[in-house]
DNA sequence: AGCTAATCGAGACGGTACGTCGAGTCTTACC
DNA sequence: GGTAAGACTCGACGTACCGTCTCGATTAGCT
C-alpha cells in the first residue's frame, strides 16, 4: 500500500505529522491532467509545465509530491488499475479455458489506445530509472504476473499440471511473450495467437509429458 | 542490410545524386561518440550536443544524417552487432544442449553493462517511437529471433520437435520471457534460469507431448 | 518618461496585473553587460547569449523583457543619458556663443570613444527598423534638438533671430551637419568647425538679412 | 574608378595577372539578386546564402570577390549610380531655384521604395565598418556633395554667394539636415521642407549679410 | 584542336548564435 | 503552511548562416 515513489499520504494516514494539508483537489485534477495529457500527446512531450497548467495548479504543487512526471504518471495510472487486478483469476477446472478468457480480455485491453500510451510510458521509463522501474513492477506487473502463478499452482494441486513445473517460469512463458510482442510491435495481439500460446505453453505443462 | 534510419549511401552506391560525399571520418567518430557516452551518462542525458562536441563534429553534421539521437544510436549499436548474427545456431543434434548454450551466451551478453545502456535505451525509444520501433526490430530484435526459428525447424525436420508446433511461437516463448526479465529487471539470468527455461519449453515440443 | 521598448512597468506602478515581479538586480546587470560589450565587441559582434553570460542571467530574461539587442542597448543608453539633457542650453544673452559652447561640449563628448559605440550602433540599427528607430529618436535625438529650438525661439523673442525663421529647420541646420560629419565620418569634429558652422548658421537669421 | 572594396578588376584591365577568367554572367546575377533582395526582406536578413542561391551561384564565387555583404551591396548599388551623379548642377544664374530644383529630384529619389532600402543599409553598416565607410563616402556621398560645392563656388564667383563662406560647409548645412531628416525618420522630404531650407540657407550666405 | 589551370555550381563541414522550451528552484501574495 | 502564479538560472533543442573546404564539370586562353 505504501507509495514507494511519492511521499505522499492519503489525508488522514499515520504519518509523522498526522495530516499534512494537502489540496485533494489538486491531486485529483494532477492525476487527471497527466493521463489525459500522456494520451494527446505522447510521454516524451508531456512535461510537467503541461501537467500543472492543465491541472490548474503551480509547478511547485507537482514537485512538491512528485519526484518525476514518471512518478505522476504511475500514481495517475495505478489509481484506475489498483482494484482491478485484485480479483484473482476464474477456475472452472479447465485450465486452458480459463488462460485463454482472461488473456483475450487482456488483448483487448493491451489494444485500447487509451490504455497504450502511459502503460508503454510506464514500462520503458522503467528501463532507464531502476528506481521507477521497480515501482512498476512491484505496482503493475508483479500483480498481474501472481494471479497466474496462483492459478497455475491452483491447477498443480488439482493435478492439472506436472508437479516439477516452476510455476513462476511457466507463467513467464505465458506472458512474457504476450507483453513483448505488444511492447515491441513484433506481432498483433489477436484471440488465435492467445489460442495458440496458451496451447503450446500447456503442452509442456501436462503431467507425464 | 538498408539502412532505415538514416538517408545515407555508402559512397558508391547508386543513388539519384551519385555521390554526396559525406565525411566517413565524421561518421565515425558520431557513432563512436554516441555509444561512449550512452554508457558514461545513459540514455536520458545523451544529448545531440553532447555526441557533436565529443565528436569534434557541428551538430548540422549530425542532423543532416540522422533524425534523432536514438537513430543515432541505433546506427552505432547495429554497426557492432550485424555481422555477429548472421552465423546462425550450432546444430549438433542434441537441440536442448545448443539452446542452453547459446542462451547462456547471450545471458553473459545481456550482463555486460556497456552492451546494456545502449541497448536498453534503443528498447525504450522503440516503444514511444513506431518508427523507430521498426527499425529496431528489423535490424537487431528480428535477426536474433530468427536464428532461433531456423534451429528449431531444423529440429521439427529431424523429427525432435512435433510437427504441429509452431516454431515462431515457440522461439517466442523461450526469447520473450528471458528478455523481459532482463529489460524489466524481474530477475537475474542466470544459467539455472536459462537450463530451467529451456528445459521447459522442450516439453512442450516433443513429439507425441 | 514611458518606455517603448520594454514592456516592464516599474515595481508598484498601476498594471492589470499589479507588480510584475521583474528582478531589478538582472535588470541592471543586463544594461550594464550591454554598455561594457558593445564598448569591446562593437555592435556587431554584441549578442544575446554574451550579454547574457556577462550579466550572470539566463537569455530568458532578457527575452522576456526586450525584443532585441538593439532594445536593449537604448535602455542601457537611454538610463544614463535621461537625465542629462533634461536642463536646456545656457542663456547668457550672447547666441553664439551659447551655442558655441554647448557644440563644443558636444564635440567631446561624441569624440569619446565609450560614448561611440553605442550611439553608433543604435542609429544604425534604427535605420532598418523602424520602430527602434522611433524609439531612437524619440528618447534620444528628438530631446537634443528640442533644446537647440528652445533656445533659438528665445533669441527669436529677445530679437536676435528675425522672427520669421523657422527655428526647428534652424536647429537642424546646427545640428545635422554636426552629427551627419561624425556618423559618416565625412571630417573631425573640431572646435573650429564648430564655430566655423555656428557663424554661418547664425548669419541667416539675423533680423534683417 | 578603383573599386576599393572588392579585388576584382575588370576583364582586360591591368592587374598582376592581366586577365582573370572571372564569369560576368555570375557577377551580374550576383549583383541584381543582392539587389532585388535587400528591398525584398532587408538588409539584416539578407544573407550570401541567399543571394548564392538567388543567383544560382556557389557560395564561393561571392566569396572569392567581395569580402561582405555589405561590399556586393555596394557594388552593386553603385553600379547603378555611377553615371548618374557626374554630370553636375545646372547653372541657371538662379542659385536658388537650381537648388530647390534639383533638392526636389533628390527628395523624390530617396523617398522611393527601391531606392530605400540599398541606401539606407550602406549609409549605416558603414557606421560600424570604417573602411566600408570610407568606400560608401567615396564612391557614394562625396560625389554627391562635391557637385554642390561646385555649384556654390561658381556663385560665390559670381557673386551671388560672399566671398568669405565655406563652401563647404554650406553645403553640408544644405545636405545633411535633408539626408539626416530622411536617415533618422524625423521628418517627411517635401517640397515645402526643401524650399524652406534652401531659402534659409541661402540668406546666411548672400553678400554683405 | 587540345591542354591545362582557374573558375564555376554545389553543398558538406566545424562553428556560433539564434529564439524557444522545459527543468527545477525561488519568491510573492493569497487563503 | 500549502497554494497559484510566475520570474529566475540553466541546459538543450533544432535552425540559420557563417566562412572554409572539397568535389567534379565547365571553360577560357595558350601552345
Chains 1, 2, 3, 4 share one sequence.
Not at 36 to 44: C, P
Not at 154 to 167: K, S, Y
Not at 184 to 191: A, S
Request: charged fraction near 25%; hydrophobic fraction near 40%; glycine fraction near 8%.
Amino acid at each position: 500500500m505504501a507509495n514507494k515513489t511519492a511521499p505522499d499520504s492519503p489525508p488522514g494516514s499515520a504519518g509523522g505529522t498526522p495530516t499534512r494539508r494537502r489540496s485533494e483537489r489538486s491531486r485529483r485534477a494532477i492525476l487527471d491532467a497527466s493521463l489525459a495529457l500522456v494520451g494527446e500527446v505522447g510521454y516524451d512531450k508531456l512535461t510537467i509545465e503541461g501537467i500543472a497548467s492543465r491541472a490548474g495548479v503551480g509547478k511547485q504543487t507537482i514537485y512538491r509530491w512528485w519526484p518525476s512526471k514518471a512518478a505522476v504518471l504511475l500514481d495517475a495510472f495505478t489509481a484506475d488499475v489498483d482494484e482491478y487486478s485484485a480479483q484473482g483469476l476464474p477456475d472452472t477446472g479447465d485450465l486452458a479455458a480459463d488462460l485463454k478468457l482472461v488473456l483475450r480480455a487482456t488483448a483487448d485491453e493491451f489494444n485500447d489506445p487509451a490504455f497504450q500510451a502511459p502503460y508503454r510510458a510506464l514500462a520503458v521509463a522503467g528501463a532507464n530509472d531502476a528506481e521507477l522501474s521497480r515501482a512498476f513492477v512491484d505496482r503493475l506487473l508483479e500483480p498481474g504476473i501472481r494471479v497466474y502463478v496462483d492459478r497455475l499452482r491452483a491447477a498443480q494441486e488439482a493435478g492439472e499440471v506436472a508437479a516439477d513445473v516452476d510455476t513462476r517460469v511457466a507463467a513467464e512463458m505465458l506472458l512474457s511473450p504476450f507483453s513483448q510482442r505488444w511492447l515491441m510491435r513484433t506481432g498483433e495481439l489477436t484471440y488465435d495467437y492467445v489460442d495458440t500460446l496458451v496451447d503450446l505453453v500447456l503442452r509442456g505443462l501436462r503431467p507425464g509429458s
